[in-house]
C-alpha cells in the first residue's frame, strides 16, 4: 500500500478550529484522558507482542499512533460528495458494513475505512481491492483513542464524517468530531445486555459517547433502549433493522445469491464435487471446541444405517488454526479430505476439511444444512443469513447475542432452529408451521432449562439438541429444502434495511451541513 507522511503534506486543506460549534460538545472525563495516557505504551506493547512477527508490523503502528498514513482518497471530478470515515472493528463487521459503502461509494463517496484486528484489516484489503487500487478508497489501522493522534488522523483524512459499526465506541475520538463539527453516526447499532452492564460501569464515559455521537441507527428497540439509558436522546436514535440482513457475497459467489439461479447452483456444485447423492452438512465459521462437537455429531450420523453416507464439510473461523482442525479430524479415525492439498471428496470421505478463503458462500450453497458457528462456544455467533440466502437451512448454539434479532426472525418462519428458542416454529411436510410439532418437546425445554449448565469446551446441552434436528433434517431432505426456502424468503423481505440505513447517513449529512453553512 503506498504511504504518505502526515499531517503537514495537506496544510492547505487542515481541519478549522474550533469555533461556535452548531451542537454541544461534551468532553471525555479527566480520568479517562489520563488513563489513556498511561496505557498508550502499555497498548503499543500489547501491538507488539500480538503482531511484530508480520510483515506489516511498521505499518500496524505507524498508523496506530498517527507516524504515516496512505494518501486521502482521490477525488471524483464528476461527483465529489467527500470522504466518509468508516470504521469496522475486525472481520464480522466489515463484513456486515461492506454492502453499506458499497452504496456509499457508488453514490459519490470516498471512503477511508478502518479496522482494529488483523483478521478484520486483511478482509479490508481483499474485499476492497479494486476500489483501493482505483484511488476511491483508503485503508488503515484506527488511530489509538489518544487525542494528539486523533488530531493528527483527522487533519489527514479531512472526513466529513464517521461511521462506527455496531458498538465500537471511543471516547476521545467522538469528543474530537464534535469540537470539528464533523457528524458521527453509529450504524447498525447494537447493544447487548452484558455490553450495556459493561457501559454502566463508566458512566460518565458513556454519557458523554452518546451524547457526542450526531446519530444512532439501532438494529433494534431493545438496543435502542439501552442506548437511551446510557444518555442519548431519543432524537439521536432511529431503529432500522440490522445490516446483517444484506448478503455479503464475493463476486465469484453472485450466482449463489441470485433467487432465479440458486436452484440450479445447488445442484450444479453438488455434482461438480462429486456428491449429488449424500447427505451433506456444513459446520463453518467454526471455534476451538466446535469442531469436536461437529465431528462428534457427525460420528452419531454415520452410526445410522440411513445416514451412514453422510458429509461433513468444517470450515474453521482463524486461518491459522487449519492444520490444528486438520490433527484433530485425524484422531477421530473419520477419513478426511483437505481443500488445500488439493484432495478431491471419494465416496469414503466423511470428513471434508475446507481450508480456504473466499469460499464460504460455496460450502453453504452444496450444504443441505448448514451449522453457523461462535454459538456453541461464547463468542456471540456469526451471522445465519449467509446460508439462509442460499437456501440452507440453519442451526445454532446458544451464544447469539451478536445477531439475536436476525435469529429469532429466521427462527419464527422455521429456517433456523435454536435449542431453546421461543421463536421456533418448525416447517412440517405440508408446508405448515405448528407449535405443536416441536422437534425438542417442551418437557426436554423446561428440563434444559431448569438444569444448572456446567462450563465445558462447548455446551453439551445445545449440542444434543442441535444433533436431533440436524438427524431430522439430513433424514428428510425435503422437509429440510423446504425450511431453507422460508430462510430465503426472509432475507429477501429484510433487504430494505441497507436503503433505510444509507438514507439516515446522508440526511444526518445534509443536516449537519445545513447547520454549519448557518
Not at 467527500?82 to 459519490?108: F, K, Q, R, Y
Not at 476521545?172 to 460501569?201: C, D, E, M, W
Not at 428458542?421 to 412440517?428: A, S, T, V
Not at 456446567?454 to 431430522?472: C, F, G, H, P, W
Request: charged share 20%; proline share 4%.
Amino acid at each position: 500500500m503506498p504511504s504518505s507522511n502526515t499531517p503537514s503534506d495537506h496544510s492547505e486543506n487542515t481541519i478549522d478550529p474550533v469555533s461556535s460549534p452548531s451542537r454541544s460538545v461534551y468532553e471525555t472525563p479527566l480520568y479517562y484522558q489520563s488513563l489513556i495516557g498511561l496505557l498508550k505504551p502499555l497498548y503499543r506493547l500489547q501491538v507488539w507482542h500480538r503482531s511484530h512477527k508480520n510483515d506489516n508490523y511498521k505499518q500496524e503502528i505507524d498508523q496506530r499512533f498517527g507516524k504515516q498514513y496512505p494518501p486521502r482518497p482521490v477525488v471524483n471530478a464528476n461527483i465529489d460528495k467527500g470522504v466518509i470515515w468508516c470504521h469496522a472493528v475486525s472481520l464480522g463487521e466489515t463484513n456486515t458494513v461492506a454492502p453499506l459503502l458499497d452504496m456509499l461509494l457508488a453514490n459519490g463517496y470516498q471512503i477511508w475505512l478502518t479496522n482494529t484486528t488483523q483478521t478484520g484489516f486483511a478482509r479490508g484489503a481483499s474485499r476492497f481491492a479494486e476500489k483501493i487500487a482505483q484511488g476511491q478508497m483508503s485503508h488503515s489501522y484506527v488511530p489509538v483513542d489518544s487525542p494528539t493522534v486523533i488530531e493528527t488522523f483527522l487533519t489527514h483524512v479531512q472526513p466529513i464524517a464517521a461511521l462506527f459499526v455496531e458498538t465500537e465506541l471511543w471516547a476521545n475520538i467522538l469528543t474530537k468530531l464534535s469540537q470539528h463539527r464533523i457528524p458521527s453516526i453509529l450504524v447498525n447499532g447494537r447493544l447487548s445486555a452484558s455490553s450495556f452492564q459493561s457501559y454502566q460501569k463508566i458512566g460518565a464515559v458513556s454519557a458523554s459517547m452518546m451524547k457526542n455521537l450526531s446519530l444512532i441507527i439501532a438494529q433494534d428497540s431493545d438496543s435502542a433502549k439501552r442506548f437511551r439509558q446510557l444518555g442519548a436522546s431519543s432524537a439521536q436514535i432511529r431503529v432500522a433493522g440490522s445490516l446483517k440482513w444484506v448478503i455479503n457475497a464475493s463476486k465469484t459467489d453472485d450466482k449463489a445469491v441470485e433467487d432465479n439461479s440458486i436452484y440450479n447452483k445447488k445442484a450444479d456444485l453438488r455434482a461438480e464435487f462429486g456428491i449429488a447423492d449424500r447427505p451433506v452438512w456444513v459446520a463453518a465459521s467454526t471455534h476451538d471446541g466446535e469442531e469436536a462437537a461437529a465431528l462428534s455429531l457427525q460420528q452419531q450420523l454415520l452410526s445410522q444405517a440411513t445416514l451412514a453416507d453422510t458429509l461433513l464439510v468444517i470450515v474453521p473461523r482463524h486461518p491459522e488454526r487449519f492444520d490444528a482442525v486438520a490433527d484433530l479430524i485425524q484422531k477421530t479415525g473419520l477419513n478426511m479430505a483437505r481443500r488445500s492439498d488439493g484432495e478431491a471428496i471419494d465416496a469414503d470421505t466423511q470428513v471434508y476439511l475446507a481450508d480456504s478463503m473466499g469460499e464460504m458462500m460455496t460450502w453453504y450453497t452444496l450444504a443441505n444444512v448448514a451449522f453457523v458457528g461462535g454459538s456453541l462456544v461464547d463468542i456471540g455467533g456469526h451471522n445465519p443469513v449467509e446460508p439462509a440466502s442460499v437456501a440452507t437451512p440453519v442451526l445454532m448454539g446458544g451464544y447469539t447475542q451478536s445477531c439475536q434479532s436476525v435469529i429469532d426472525k429466521l427462527a419464527s418462519v422455521g429456517a433456523l432452529y435454536q435449542p431453546s428458542n421461543d421463536f421456533y416454529r418448525p416447517i412440517e411436510s405440508n408446508n405448515s408451521s405448528s407449535s405443536d410439532a416441536q422437534i425438542v418437546s417442551d418437557d426436554q425445554l423446561k428440563a434444559n432449562k431448569k438444569s444448572s449448565r456446567k462450563k465445558t469446551a462447548y455446551n453439551r446441552e445445545d449440542a444434543v439438541s442441535i444433533y436431533m434436528q440436524l438427524e431430522t433434517w439430513l433424514s428428510n431432505l425435503p422437509l429440510a429444502a423446504q425450511a431453507g426456502q422460508a430462510g430465503e424468503q426472509m432475507t429477501i423481505q429484510q433487504q430494505a434495511v441497507l436503503t433505510r440505513q444509507f438514507t439516515m447517513i446522508e440526511d444526518a449529512i445534509e443536516m449537519s451541513s445545513n447547520q454549519d453553512s448557518l
